[in-house]
Nanobody
Framework: QVQLVESGGGLVQAGDSLRLACAAL????????MGWFRRAPGKEREFVAS????????EYADSVKGRFTISVVNAGNTLYLQMNSLKPEDTAVYYC??????????????WGQGTQVTVSS
C-alpha cells in the first residue's frame, strides 16, 4: 500500500516562488522515479518534472526549465518541487506521482490527490 500526500499549494502573485512537498507513505523501496504533473482548467494533465529515486537523473518540461527544481530526500520518501518566477499559466492542480517502471516521464503507478496552485497576474 502506497500513499502520496502533497502539500504547499496556494495563491501567489506572478514572479513569486512556492515549494510543493510530497510525502510518500508505505512501500517506497520499489520506486524507480517520482514526478510532478499538473492539470490546468480545461486542459489535459501534463508532465512537469521527474527525478530518479536516487536523485541522480532529472527531467523537466520545456515550459518550466530554469524556473522549477525537483528534488528528493530520504531515499524517495519526500519529494519537492521548488517553483520560482511563477507565471499565471502555471496555475493548475499539481499532482505528485511515483512509478515502479523504468521511466521518468512515462507510466506512473501511484498518484496523490493534488494540490492547487494559483498564480495571479
Amino acid at each position: 500500500q502506497v500513499q502520496l500526500v502533497e502539500s504547499g499549494g496556494g495563491l501567489v502573485q506572478a514572479g513569486d516562488s512556492l515549494r510543493l512537498a510530497c510525502a510518500a507513505l508505505g512501500r517506497t523501496s520499489n520506486f524507480y522515479a517520482m514526478g510532478w504533473f499538473r492539470r490546468a482548467p480545461g486542459k489535459e494533465r501534463e508532465f512537469v518534472a521527474s527525478i530518479s529515486r536516487s536523485g541522480g537523473v532529472t527531467e523537466y518540461a520545456d515550459s518550466v526549465k530554469g524556473r522549477f527544481t525537483i528534488s528528493v530526500v530520504n531515499a524517495g520518501n519526500t519529494l519537492y518541487l521548488q517553483m520560482n518566477s511563477l507565471k499565471p499559466e502555471d496555475t493548475a492542480v499539481y499532482y505528485c506521482a511515483a512509478t515502479t517502471f523504468v521511466t521518468l516521464n512515462g507510466r506512473y503507478d501511484y498518484w496523490g490527490q493534488g494540490t492547487q496552485v494559483t498564480v495571479s497576474s
